[in-house]
Every structure is written in C-alpha cells, then in structure tokens.
C-alpha cells in the first residue's frame, strides 16, 4: 500500500513537474496554427525579453512578444521549444508535429540525363543552391507576414508539396511548393508585403527566380519566371505584381512554383492561403 501510494505520488510529481516548466519562466506563452509537418504556427510570449529557441534554432521575437516558428516536410513528431530567460533560467516545452503522408511515384526506364545533370553543370547547380540558401537566411525583426497570404496566381494546382519522384530508383528531391499551371505571360503577385532578397532570370533548375522576405525569417521563392519586374532590396506590397508565368528552367511545362522557408524549414503555402476557387470558362 505504502509503495503504491509512493508511485502514485511520483507520478503526479513528474505530471505537474512536465507541465509547470512550460509557464514557469514566462508570464504568458500562446501558440497558435498548424502543428503539422509543413505548417506554420504564430505565437505570442510574455515577456518578450526572452529567447527563443525551436530544436536549438532561435527565433526573433517582436517588442510586442509575437514570433513565429516553422515545421519543415519531415519535422520530428516531437520538438523542443525551449525558453531562457534573462536571468539565465530555463524552461522547456514539448511540441506535438503531425506526420503526414507524401505522394511518392516511382518511374523507371529514364535515360541517365533525365535523371543527373551533366558533370559540368555541378559547379553552376552548387553555385546557385549557397546564393539561395544566403538569400532565405536573412532574420530581421520585421512583420510583413502579418498581413497574411494570398495566391500568387490562380489557375489549377498541378504540385503539391512534400510530393517526391524515385528516378531509376533514385530518391529525388522532394517538392517543397505547390505548382499553378497558368499560360506563360500570367501575373505573378506578392502575396504578402515583402523586401526581395534574390533575383536571378536564368537559374539551373528553376529559370526564373525570386526570393521575397516576409520578415522573422519567412520567405517566398517563386520559379520558373519569364519575366522578372523587381530587383534585389526592392520592398513591395502584397498583390504588386513581381514577374509573369513561365516555363524555364528544368520544367515540362507553364507553371508558377511557389515555395516558402520558415528558416531552413520548408513551409506549405496551401496552409497559409484559403482554398483556391477557380472559375470554369
């Protein structure tokens, strides 16, 4: 009997010793959005003279305590949201990811070409990959994102993210945007307020380039361009239209990849939009 009420002592012990580090630096911590893989959460601590980090990765945290964090395609199922306090004390909370379900097709039989790009091209393909991955890691207390997103374009969806090909049996990258197949030409909008990070008219891959920066080190990228209307430190609003439709790069056809970086975290831009209506002709 003694030892029994010992484990259940214990047992609530651990409950309110798991439970109360989460608000016990803190006067107040709100998370709110998705907890999925892909997804984008906004959250809001107080006060807001603490530091943030998500698996070791910090955040910016707003003069009014707002942040936000993101969950990349294969996020854990559990993350460590951790804060430390100017008095150097430490909090930790845990964070439950959704695990989600990928289209995966697997196509056999295509000419090696089809599948890895010529030697020569590697340098160039490298090259590109560090300037882009320079553009999106720009962190700055700004809050463009507040403004929420709208659809670059409107057409029918042709790629969702997360989606991946095995090439001859060789896992490719998976896609980490949602494609809109729209003719060649169509406006490309911003589809929230931003400063453009990076332009480039004619990449390996993606062709046509942008990168626009949401602020707290959210971006949007947009591929496969015809033609590119804003330059590098340029600041637009959101629904100015940026470039058109193309169908350059390594593509089969007129689409606009959107994609978008919470960080190093590739974030789906279908959450963070209302479902997209397109009217029949």
Known sequence: ?????????????????WLAPAWACVDRLQLDGDFIQGGLVHGLVEPANVRLYLDDVET???????????????APQQMKLQIVRSDRRECVR????????????RIDGLPPKKVTPAAESLPR??????AIKTARARVDARVDYRSGFRWPVRGPISGVY???RVLNGEPRRPHYGVDIAVPVGTPVAAPAPGIVTYVNPDMYFSGGTIVLD??????SSFLHLHEVQVEVGQT???GEVIATVGATGRVTGAHLDWRMNWRSAYIDPQLLVVPMVVKSE
């Open 214 to 219: 949401h602020g707290h080190g959210l971006s």
């Open 236 to 238: 637009v609003d959101q």
């Open 125 to 130: 393909i490298q090259a590109e990959a560090n």
């Open 94 to 105: 845990s964070l439950q990811v959704r695990k989600r379900a990928y289209d995966i097709q």
């Open 162 to 164: 997360g989606s991946q």
């Open 60 to 74: 910016v945290i707003h003069a009014d305590g707002r942040f936000i964090l993101g969950f990349d395609r294969d």
């Open 1 to 17: 009997m003694v030892a029994r009420m010992r484990r259940f002592l214990l047992a609530i012990c651990l409950h309110f010793c």
